[in-house]
């Protein structure tokens, strides 16, 4: 009988929102080629609902969630994590400053989902789904490198369907949530995207199941993979991550 795999320990930097860490988590387990209980991933999971709202902050309409983040970082290392992940695609926007806090490495949502993309072989042509605070900070724009040509919401989908589904997600109202959302995700299907990244935690759980009509790329389960891959002490997870294709 094999020896079962011994991982190191993943620190889980969570709470934006409550739904989306569950969701995550959901797919780590699943992620893990475990048989029994004693196969899975040690995981340490710190929910922060102190922190403040990470697109209020981008857009200059509230308090910055950087002192909040690196607590709850420094936390987490204190308590044993070996590496750190964020559920929330908006916090990466602090990356680097809970970089600097922490002497543990930050496994990034972003290069994640990105390597997921590539997996679908036409990332030329890239919807983004997206909060409002994620593509004004640019974290996907400034990482995808100039082989990726995105294709974003406007201003009205935003303010009408994109961050009105997010809250609903946020507030457990799913079924409103998945058609807010899938009317923003048509909308960037007309405007010539070939396959959507959605980019916020909330998305994937509203759009699950949705007849979309082209591959959806879920950052969640991509970084739910690198989770396992690093855990496991493998240096990348490229080739073993998943892409959702609803609908395609």
């Not at 974003?152 to 946020?170: F, H």
């Not at 949530?177 to 007309?190: K, P």
């Not at 959806?216 to 240096?235: E, S």
Request: proline share 6%; aromatic share 4%.
């Amino acid at each position: 009988m094999a020896s079962p795999v011994t991982y190191r320990t993943v620190g889980v930097l969570g709470g934006m929102g409550a739904l989306a860490t569950v969701d995550f988590l959901h797919k780590l387990v699943l992620a893990t080629p475990a048989k029994c209980d004693q196969d899975h991933i040690p995981v340490l999971v710190r929910f922060c609902p102190e922190v403040p709202d990470r697109v209020d902050a981008l857009l200059g309409r509230g308090p910055s969630p950087e002192p909040a983040l690196i607590a709850a970082a420094q936390t987490l290392e204190r308590g044993g994590a070996q590496c750190l992940v964020m559920p929330c695609n908006t916090a990466y926007a602090w990356h680097d400053a809970i970089a600097r806090a922490v002497s543990i490495p930050i496994l990034h949502i972003v290069d994640e989902a990105l390597m997921a993309a590539r997996l679908l072989g036409a990332p030329d042509a890239l919807g983004l789904l997206a909060s409002t605070g994620t593509l004004h900070s640019g974290i996907y724009q400034s990482r995808g490198g100039g082989s990726v040509s995105w294709i974003t919401s406007s201003d009205d989908e935003q303010n009408q369907w994109v961050m009105p589904g997010i809250r609903a997600v946020k507030a457990n109202c799913l079924d409103e949530g998945a058609r807010l959302l899938q009317l923003a995700a048509e909308a960037l299907i007309r405007r010539g995207a070939r396959s959507i990244v959605m980019g916020c935690t909330e998305i994937p759980i509203a759009l699950a199941g949705q007849t979309i009509g082209v591959p959806l790329v879920d950052p969640t389960l991509a970084l739910a993979h690198a989770c396992v891959a690093w855990a496991a002490g493998k240096a990348s997870a490229a080739g073993a991550i998943p892409v959702q294709a609803c609908g395609a």
